[in-house]
């Protein structure tokens, strides 16, 4: 069955104080691996998407990584503004659907 | 401004009643979806589309239903039978196959908030 589990659920950290999410997958054959950034009461933000194993992306503060098996979200030097539930998604291939992650709730304190 | 839209943003319902979410997109996407958010756990699917005039249920489409007679718009109505409705909705698109490179890239409206009273 496909799956999808991101940990930890929530997490912490000071202003500038580096770290990193993690989204671990099980899918028969990935299409695609997706962040989202999503804040109290509104949708998802797109972030990222990654395709194949060794593929990386950034974006300001954030990195996404991937292998075959996980992908890491690393926030370097969060500001307060970061603070928000990071969502993973799967795509498997000879699918349209996508499995979301329950997500990681960062907060960063000034 | 290309994006997607969803209305209301609240919608509150009496026992019994049939409502209907707007989901409408201006960025010439083929691909619609639909998903419940609740506490907790994770995005869960309830309807897609990939064309229109056609759509598939998807994880959890007991309840509801949805049509995709315009490319643009793909509303979702929440029947009396769905017995626990309260939740977040959100509503999806993606360019699909003619999307080149990011043809799977999702993105989401704001979201609409129903409450049962």
């Known amino acids: 069955e496909d799956q999808v589990t991101q940990s930890p659920e929530a997490l912490r950290l000071q202003e500038g104080e580096s770290s990193s999410l993690n989204c671990s997958y099980t899918v028969s054959g990935l299409r695609g691996l997706f962040w989202y950034r999503q804040d109290p009461g509104k949708g998802p933000e797109f972030l990222f998407t990654l395709y194949s194993a060794g593929e990386e992306k950034e974006k300001e503060r954030l990195k996404a990584t991937l292998t075959k098996k996980e992908s890491f979200l690393h926030i370097t030097a969060p500001k307060p503004e970061d603070s928000a539930t990071y969502l993973c998604a799967v795509q498997a291939s000879g699918t349209y659907k996508y499995i979301f992650g329950t997500g990681t709730r960062l907060k960063v304190l000034a | 401004d290309g994006g997607i839209t969803q209305s209301p943003k609240y919608l509150f319902r009496k026992e019994g009643q049939n409502v209907t979410l707007s989901c409408e997109q201006n960025?010439?996407?083929?691909?619609m979806y639909w998903y419940r958010q609740d506490p907790g756990q994770g995005l869960r699917l309830i309807y897609y589309s990939q064309i229109v005039n056609d759509f598939q249920k998807g994880d959890i489409a007991e309840g509801y239903s949805v049509s995709r007679e315009k490319k643009e718009s793909f509303p979702l109505t929440v029947t009396s039978a769905q017995k626990n409705p309260t939740a977040f909705y959100l509503c999806a698109s993606c360019p699909g196959l003619a999307g080149g490179s990011s043809y799977n890239e999702q993105f989401f409206g704001p979201g609409t908030r129903l409450t049962v009273l």
């Open positions: 960025l010439n996407h083929d691909a």
